[in-house]
C-alpha cells in the first residue's frame, strides 16, 4: 500500500516545513483512537492538541502537524510546522480531493445522513470499482469533513462525505472543500431551527448549498416529497444542476412502492428510471426504505449496477445510535427472558422522532419467559424519549405534538426525561404515560423498574439529552444475546 502523505507532499500541501523526513498512513486529531504510522494534527479545539503530542508519538504517530514543537517533545521529532493545525487539516483536504480520480458523493439532511452514508458504502462497495472511503464515524462539521478528505487514499474508486450544519454558512465551504459529483439530500426538517430566523424554508437553502460544491455535470438527488421540496430544485436550478426526485409520491422519476414492514426487515420496489428493483434491508422503517430509494438513485447517476447496489444494501445494518437492534438477554438461561432494544439514542428532531416511533409501532412484541415466572407475559411497545434540542421557540409545542402522532396508538407506555418532554408527558393520556425525570440518568437508575421481559424498548432523543445513558442501563440489565447481527 501507497504511503497516504510524505513529509514533502505534506508541506508542500499545507505550506508548511518538515523538520523531518517521514511517511504517514493516515491522519488522526485525537490520541484515542490513533494508530501506529498515523499523522497526528494537533487541533486547537475544547483542548489544545499540542498538550498530547508526546503522547501521540508515544502510540506511535508517524509525525505531529504543529505550530511550535511543544514540550516534552525529543527536539529530533518529525514536525509538519504550519501557521495554523486547522487550516492545515483543510489544505491537506483539498489536496487529497485534487489527487483523487474516483468519484465523489456528498450526502447533506436533517435526518438521516450518517445512515444514508453507511448505505452508500454498502451498495457502493459492490460496484468494483475499487474501495469504498468514507468517515467511520459522523464526521461532518468543520473537522470532520476535512478529516475525512485528508484521510482519502488516492486509488480509492468512491468518497462519500457526509456534510452537516448546525448555523447558517456551514455547508457551502466543505462542499466546496469536497466537490462532490453527486450530492443527496435525504430531507429537509425541523431541526437546528433556533439558529434560522426564517424557519424550514432557510433550513432548507443553507441544505441546497451543498450545490456550490458540486463540479460541472454534477447531479442533485433530492427527497420530493416534502415540502420544500420547490426551494431545493430551485437551487439546483440555479446553479444548472441536474435534478433528481426521489420519494413516495406519485410522477417522481425514482419512486417508492410495495413497501412491506415485517419484523425486523423491510422490503420495497424501487421504481427508477432504468427500471424496476427489489430491495430488502435488514432494518424496519419506511424512512430507512426511502433513503435507500435515495441511495439507489445516486447509483444509477453515477452509472452503476443498480441490482448490485441493491444486494449491497441487504448488507446494511444501522450505525451505533441511529437506529440499531439489540436482544438483551435478562437471563441467559432462558432466551425467552429478553428484551428487544432499538438504540436511536444519537440525535433527535420531529421529523426522525415520528419516524422512529413508527418503527416501534410496527414492531410486535413476544409472550416472554417460562410458565410461572413472575412478570412473564405479553410484551410492549414501550419509548423512552429525551429532549430534542434546538428547535427554536416553539420547541415546547413540538414535543407536544407527538402526542398526536397516529405511531402512539401502537405504543404502551411512554417515559419521557428532561423539562422539554415534559410538555410530551403531560399531553399523554394517563393508561400511555409512564415515568417523567427531569434528566436520563434517573430514568437509567430505574431501568429495571420500567421494562420487562418481552417488550421492545425504543430508546431516543438528541445526544446532549444524554438518553444514551438509559440504553447503557438496559444493556446491563442483562447480556447480548449470542450472534447477534
Excluded at 28 to 33: A, H, L
Excluded at 57 to 62: E, K, M, V
Excluded at 419 to 428: F, G, K, T
Amino acid at each position: 500500500m501507497s504511503a497516504l502523505w510524505t513529509s514533502a507532499a505534506a508541506a508542500a500541501a499545507t505550506g508548511g516545513r518538515a523538520t523531518a523526513d517521514w511517511v504517514a498512513n493516515g491522519v488522526s486529531i485525537d490520541t484515542r483512537t490513533l494508530h501506529p504510522g498515523d499523522l497526528f494534527v494537533a487541533l486547537k479545539a475544547q483542548r489544545d492538541g499540542h498538550d498530547f503530542v508526546a503522547e501521540a508519538f508515544a502510540r506511535g504517530a508517524a509525525a505531529a502537524m504543529v505550530v511550535q514543537r511543544p514540550e516534552g517533545v525529543a527536539p529530533a521529532a518529525p514536525l509538519l510546522m504550519v501557521a495554523d493545525p486547522q487550516k492545515g487539516l483543510e489544505a491537506l483536504a483539498v489536496a487529497a480531493r485534487a489527487r483523487f480520480g474516483g468519484r465523489v458523493v456528498g450526502v447533506t439532511g436533517s435526518a438521516g445522513k450518517t445512515s444514508t452514508k453507511e448505505m452508500l458504502r454498502a451498495a457502493l462497495s459492490r460496484q468494483g470499482q475499487g474501495r469504498v472511503h468514507a468517515a467511520e464515524a459522523s464526521h461532518n462539521n468543520h473537522w470532520g469533513v476535512p478529516l475525512t478528505l485528508a484521510r482519502l487514499p488516492a486509488d480509492a474508486g468512491f468518497a462519500v462525505i457526509e456534510i452537516g450544519m448546525s448555523n447558517p454558512g456551514e455547508i457551502a465551504p466543505l462542499a466546496r472543500m469536497a466537490r462532490p459529483h453527486v450530492a443527496m439530500i435525504t430531507t429537509v426538517a425541523p431541526a437546528h431551527m433556533a439558529a434560522f430566523a426564517d424557519g424550514i424554508d432557510g433550513i432548507a437553502r443553507e441544505k441546497a448549498a451543498i450545490f456550490e460544491g458540486v463540479e460541472p455535470d454534477g447531479v442533485a438527488v433530492l427527497n420530493g416529497d416534502i415540502g420544500t421540496a420547490g426551494i431545493l430544485n430551485a437551487a439546483a436550478g440555479g446553479r444548472g444542476i441536474a435534478a433528481l426526485a426521489f420519494g413516495e409520491t406519485d410522477g417522481l422519476p425514482c419512486r417508492l412502492s410495495d413497501i412491506h414492514v415485517a419484523g425486523d426487515c423491510v422490503t420495497a420496489r424501487a421504481v427508477l428510471p432504468g427500471g424496476n428493483i427489489l430491495f430488502r434491508l435488514a432494518a424496519p422503517g419506511r424512512h430507512f426504505a426511502r433513503n435507500a430509494l435515495g441511495v439507489l438513485a445516486v447509483v444509477g447517476v453515477l452509472g452503476g449496477d443498480v441490482a448490485l447496489a441493491a444486494l449491497g444494501l441487504a448488507d446494511w445494518r444501522p450505525p451505533a445510535g441511529r437506529g440499531r437492534r439489540e436482544t438483551i438477554l435478562l437471563d441467559p438461561a432462558d432466551p425467552d427472558m429478553a428484551v428487544r432494544l432499538i438504540d436511536d439514542s444519537f440525535n433527535a428532531n420531529p421529523a426522525s422522532m415520528a419516524a422512529a416511533l413508527e418503527v416501534l409501532a410496527e414492531s410486535r412484541p413476544e409472550r416472554a419467559g417460562r410458565a410461572g415466572v413472575a412478570r412473564a407475559g405479553k410484551g410492549r411497545r414501550i419509548a423512552v424519549l429525551g429532549d430534542m434540542l434546538e428547535l427554536g421557540p416553539d420547541e415546547l409545542q413540538d414535543h407536544t405534538r407527538i402526542a398526536g402522532l397516529a405511531a402512539l396508538g401502537h405504543i404502551d407506555l411512554v417515559h419521557c426525561a428532561g423539562p422539554r418532554m415534559r410538555a410530551l408527558w403531560e399531553a399523554l393520556p394517563p393508561y400511555r404515560r409512564g415515568a417523567w425525570a427531569a434528566a436520563a440518568d434517573d430514568l437509567a437508575a430505574r431501568a429495571h423498574e420500567l421494562i420487562n421481559a418481552g417488550d421492545i424498548v425504543l430508546v431516543k432523543g438528541s445526544k446532549a439529552s444524554r438518553v444514551s445513558r438509559v440504553v447503557d442501563a438496559i444493556r446491563n440489565l442483562g447480556h447480548p444475546a449470542p450472534q447477534q447481527e
